[in-house]
């Protein structure tokens, strides 16, 4: 039996460890946190600020099996992550397992090799509690405001919300960015761009060195170039250079994957994890771009080898982050002759870091930049054309070039042809083109981590965790927007005439992009109004720098807690009593047929508009607003069209034909069958030859692919992917199977498969009390409605045998589950209808209605 265990955190890290470590190790995985704050409940003395940890049902077989693996080992290696995060998970691991402070040591790595490992092994340390403290004050503090915020969302805006300390704030800097954009008011300019012909005929393309602000200006300075002789006023050639960019962090990493390979933040972070685990490359969290010495000989010797002397530069680059701490290495690769790797969606990103890290010590790029100037001396302003030639390449040899969404999109300097001063040139043509001012842009994933790093808020592993919540909340999407059109002028100088046409241009299309919806808009909008201190970037920012403080020994944990609880539950209480409901209420206007309020906000079952308000004689009239429409935007003759769905057709084979809009958009409904229309259709746009068009592709999507003993088989795709469905029963198929291209022996086998399955599903069913014992993935266990429950073991501490709950009687089965759940069979007394609250004037957008006296 090995004398030493080695405990880490992820199964794929222990296979890699293992290989490293000789027959007196064994390593086994803990599979993350082993225990946390209990699930149901707050689980913390606010008195004391305590913390009650459970160990996960999911998790209880798993620490049996570690403190047996305990009992037998001389030694045991705590070696999960070297971050706060790794160091809670090696502590809890010491509680629970209640290991021996003799016989436990504590080991960090930045990487997963031999040398690494094993020097880790040669220089063990104890648990530094400070970074313990760290994570828990973290956690708890997250803990008491998620408990404490939430329940006030429920009561003030609507049931099933969540706030949360990082994550509120990442909602408001994504709501403040749309309301910059909605606020925006373009301003239009004409830029002139002139295309220039020396003696020999080649081109030269230059820009107006101002531009006009009024369509009357640009005209007139056309007008005099069209008279103009120009020439070459100046040529200046200046040197210059790139420098390469520092080593990965994670924050770095996750804006150039999504730049370069199109990977959001959590697709990263995945990969990165696995690319990690597997030894390819250094620890993946960290806000350090300092690189090992060992590293930088390494990447020197690569350099050397495959570009040569000239491309060498060592250098250390320094964090400037004051707030970077813990990992003390960017994130690089582990061995720099390894160049790629064999999975492909690993290579992609290996190949980013490894590529990055080896340009950080290369030689800067010489480049050699050429402006010529334009014009004559009787014209003012000149034009100028711009260009560039790398002298030598550098570090771009590695990396290249990218340009970033913040460079201008037509700034496309070229190659220019060589001229002298006092060069006479002709126009090809001169052209004035309208161009407006544009609002700033809408957050990626990437660019509002970048934003919360910039701002202090959050560490590199939470920004991927924060970015999934806000999605996951639903509080942000990245639904498409549709591009608006607009007029633009257009004015081209050639040939000494001078044409105007008047053009169509498309604007603000956007995708992929981070965009609040309503709920999201609702709820920032009330939390900054109650709780400004919580979302604000600053207090958000200290907290942060109070874990620090926390992480290097210099606070107590439980005091900064109670400093933040004592000023925070007052104010909880206070909004909890006093404050207004918030449903985004907007009146639009009135509608002209009934003079009646129409107004829009956020209603049970999502965003809608209304026609008439609750103390009305006449109930109020209701309709859902479209998936591209938002209710601080949406205007009143939009609202009033949704009154007109849904709207009936003429009947299909007899059956009705409804064109409506539900929970998950538009749709027409033949019969009981619901068909989706397609994205960004409209759904007013649909009359009677769209619906039999819409209703012909369901049936031919609907029709029988094949039989099977008689009857039809169909296939389609939903949720979980493509399936086939027989009677009532639908099967999922395998990505072995072409789904495209089945044969019926392939569905003979899907269905056979499938009915045995159910034939042997259940081992014990009493329908009536909608109670059954059935095989499940993981061995049998009791289902009750949809509840499930694990069967317990026998007397003899043993398994039950499926002969054995083949057996079990009724009553047996009714205590196995009261036992896991003492409220299962308690009748749920029925509620009194609510009482009817006072019926509540409508608020406009800004200013609320006065209270009647």
């Known amino acids: 039996m090995p004398k030493n265990l080695v405990i880490v955190e992820s199964p794929a890290k222990a296979k ?72 809670a998970i090696a502590w809890h691991l010491a509680q629970e397992l209640k290991l021996d402070t003799e016989k436990t040591r504590r080991i960090v790595f930045h990487e997963i090799t031999k040398n690494a490992i094993l020097k ?70 004409f830029r002139l761009d002139g295309l220039f012909l020396n003696d020999k005929k080649q081109e ?35 040197p210059g250079t790139r420098s390469p960019s520092a080593p990965f962090t994670t924050s770095t990493m996750q804006q150039e994957a999504s730049n370069r390979l199109g990977y959001g933040v959590t697709a990263t972070m995945r990969v990165a994890q696995r690319l990690y685990e597997e030894g390819y490359i250094t620890y993946m969290r960290t806000d350090s771009v300092n690189l090992s010495q060992e590293a930088i ?14 491309y060498s530069n060592p250098r250390k680059y320094t964090t400037k982050s004051s707030s970077a701490q813990e990992a003390h290495e960017a994130i690089r690769p582990t061995d720099f002759s390894v160049k790629s790797i064999g999975d492909a969606q690993l290579n992609k990103l290996y190949q980013l870091i490894y590529k990055r890290t080896l340009a950080s ?54 190659l220019l042809p060589k001229v002298t001063v006092g060069e006479k040139l002709d126009y090809r043509k001169i052209t004035a083109s309208e161009k407006f001012s544009r609002p700033p842009a809408r957050y990626t994933e990437a660019g509002l981590v970048k934003k919360l790093e910039e701002l202090g808020i959050g560490r590199p592993s939470t920004y991927a965790p924060t970015i999934q919540t806000i999605q996951n909340r639903e509080y ?38 981070f965009v609040p919806t309503d709920i999201g808009e609702v709820v920032n909008e009330f939390l900054t109004e109650n709780f400004a201190e919580i979302l604000d970037y600053g207090f958000t920012a200290k907290v942060e720098q109070d874990f620090d403080h926390i992480a290097s020994g210099d606070e107590k944990w439980k005091q900064v807690l109670q400093g933040f609880y004592n000023e925070f539950h007052p104010r909880i209480a206070d909004v909890e009593e006093n404050a207004d409901r918030a449903t985004g209420e907007r009146i639009l206007g009135k509608d002209p047929k009934t003079g009646k309020n129409v107004l829009t906000r956020i ?42 769905i849904p709207f009936d057709l003429q009947e299909v084979e007899g059956k009705t034909v409804t064109v409506g809009v539900g929970r998950f958009g538009p749709y027409v409904k033949w019969g009981e069958t619901f068909i989706s229309l397609a994205k960004g259709e409209d759904p007013l746009s649909v009359d009677q030859e769209r619906a039999e068009e819409i209703i012909r592709e369901k049936k031919i999507a609907d029709a029988p692919v094949a039989t099977f003993k008689g009857e039809p088989v169909t296939k389609g795709t939903g949720r979980f992917g493509p399936f086939i469905k027989y009677q009532s029963l639908f099967i999922n198929v395998p990505k072995k199977y072409d789904f495209n291209n089945l044969s019926q022996s392939d569905i003979n086998e899907l269905i056979e498969a499938k009915l045995e399955k159910e034939a042997n599903r259940y081992i014990r069913q009493w329908e009536d009390e909608k109670i059954s014992i059935e095989n499940g993935r993981w ?58 609250a006072p019926a509540k004037k409508t608020t406009t957008a800004k200013k609320a209605a006065p209270k009647k006296k």
């Open 779 to 836: 061995g049998p266990f009791i289902k009750f409605g949809k509840k499930m429950f694990k069967i317990p073991k026998t007397k003899s501490d043993e398994k039950y045998t499926a002969e054995q709950l083949a057996d079990v009687s009724l009553e047996e089965v009714k205590k196995w589950i009261t036992a896991q759940d003492k409220d299962a069979f308690k009748t749920k007394a029925k509620k009194a209808p609510a009482k009817k």
């Open 476 to 513: 942000v999407d990245k639904r498409e927007i549709t591009a608006q059109e607009r007029e633009v002028m257009k004015m081209v100088l050639q040939k000494k005439e001078l044409k105007k046409e008047v053009l169509t241009e498309k604007y603000g299309a956007d995708k992929n992009k």
């Open 120 to 189: 880790a092994i040669e220089n063990p340390r104890t648990i530094d509690q400070n970074l313990v403290n760290a994570q828990q004050a973290r956690r708890v503090l997250d803990r008491i405001v998620g408990f404490e915020m939430s329940p006030v969302l429920w009561k003030k805006v609507k049931t099933g919300l969540s706030a949360g300390r990082v994550q509120s704030v990442a909602v408001r800097l994504v709501v403040e960015r749309e309301l910059e954009i909605r606020n925006f008011q373009p301003k239009s300019s």
């Open 361 to 414: 010590q290369m030689t800067n790029a010489r480049i050699e930049k050429t402006v010529i100037e334009i014009g004559d001396n009787k014209l003012n302003p000149h034009f100028e054309a711009q260009g560039e030639v790398i002298v030598f390449d550098g570090f771009l040899k590695a990396y290249g070039v990218v340009k970033t969404e913040d460079e201008d999109e037509d700034n496309n300097e070229k």
């Open 16 to 87: 890699t460890i293992q290989k490293y470590l000789g027959k007196d190790f064994e390593v086994k995985s803990s599979f993350g946190h082993i225990r946390d704050l209990p699930k149901k409940g707050m689980g913390i003395d606010l008195e004391t600020f305590t913390p009650d940890y459970e160990v996960s049902p999911d998790k209880k077989k798993l620490v049996t099996e570690l403190k047996a693996a305990v009992k037998k080992a001389e030694t045991v290696w705590l070696a999960s992550d070297e971050d706060r995060e790794g160091e």
């Open 603 to 644: 209603g049970r079952f999502g965003p809608m508009v209304q026609i008439g308000e609750q103390d009305d004689e006449e109930k109020p009239v209701f309709a859902s607003l479209m998936p591209n429409q938002n209710i601080a935007t949406i205007t009143l003759e939009e609202a009033l069209e949704l009154f007109k």
């Open 204 to 238: 030269i393309a230059a820009r107006l060195k101002k531009d006009f602000n009024e369509e009357a200006e640009a005209e007139q300075f056309l007008n005099q170039c069209s008279s103009t002789d120009f020439e070459v006023l100046n040529v200046e050639t200046r």
């Open 297 to 310: 000989n390494g990447a020197k010797n690569q350099i050397l080898s495959e570009f040569g002397e000239a």
